[in-house]
């Protein structure tokens, strides 16, 4: 199956702080999603990327398409408690089915 | 709108036992997914349906079965439960369109012992 790996793994940072991940792929993809998972819950749509080079902002989320099309990044502004949860980069090429990335645990201290 | 619906949230199983985790959507989403999520991993597809009547393997279907009589249902099957099935099992669904974002349930929490 298609490879998607996520850094880092885990972030431990202060509240106020901004946050930067990314994920990269061994292939090409068209679609690239950011997801938020709380505990005890399923993954929750962040963001939805569909061209490269793509810049796309949802509050203090921005995530990007990279150029290459095998990799994206998302950034946290401005970190809060809220937006302690593990992200997930997920990737598509046929647009129906994606692969997900290893995710990456968020811990924000107050 | 409830969205996509799983039942149960949580269930213990014997080693040989089976059971069918349900999901359901309210969406007339024709795109349903079962994806497994073991601790610290992330979501691996198990089987996938583009429509009633259709259904499709994914990275790792072996020792489960699905079905797609409906739009809205899409129950996963375990035939004989083994250790290596305990996971976290999240439903999804999506509507037709090249692209378009999956929702999720929450999930059944499932042991084997």
């Known amino acids: 199956g298609q490879q998607l790996n996520q850094s880092p793994q885990s972030m431990f940072i202060q509240e106020g702080e901004d946050v930067s991940m990314n994920c990269t792929s061994s292939?090409?993809?068209?679609?690239w999603l950011w997801y938020k998972q709380d505990p005890g819950e399923g993954p929750v749509l962040l963001i939805a990327l569909y061209k490269a080079g793509e810049l796309t902002s949802n509050g203090r989320l921005t995530a990007q398409f990279g150029i290459t099309r095998k990799d994206s990044f998302l950034n946290i502004s401005a970190s809060i408690p809220s937006d302690v949860g593990i992200y997930f980069c997920a990737g598509s090429n046929t647009g129906n089915q994606f692969y997900f990335g290893t995710g990456t645990s968020l811990t924000v201290i107050p | 709108n409830a969205g996509v619906t799983q039942t149960p949230k949580f269930r213990i199983l014997k080693i040989g036992q089976s059971m069918t985790l349900q999901c359901t959507q309210d969406?007339?989403?024709?795109?349903m997914y079962w994806y497994r999520q073991d601790p610290g991993m992330g979501l691996k597809l198990i089987y996938y349906?583009?429509?009633?009547?259709?259904?499709d393997k994914g990275e790792v279907p072996n020792g489960y079965n699905v079905s797609r009589s409906t739009t809205e249902d899409f129950p996963l099957r375990l035939e004989l439960a083994a250790p290596s099935q305990t996971s976290v099992y999240f439903c999804?669904?999506?509507?037709?369109?090249?692209?378009?974002?999956?929702?999720f349930g929450d999930g059944t929490r499932l042991s084997i012992l």
């Open positions: 999804a669904s999506k509507s037709t369109g090249v692209g378009q974002p999956q929702h």
């Open positions: 349906s583009v429509g009633a009547g259709i259904t």
């Open positions: 292939s090409i993809f068209n679609t």
């Open positions: 969406m007339n989403h024709n795109y």
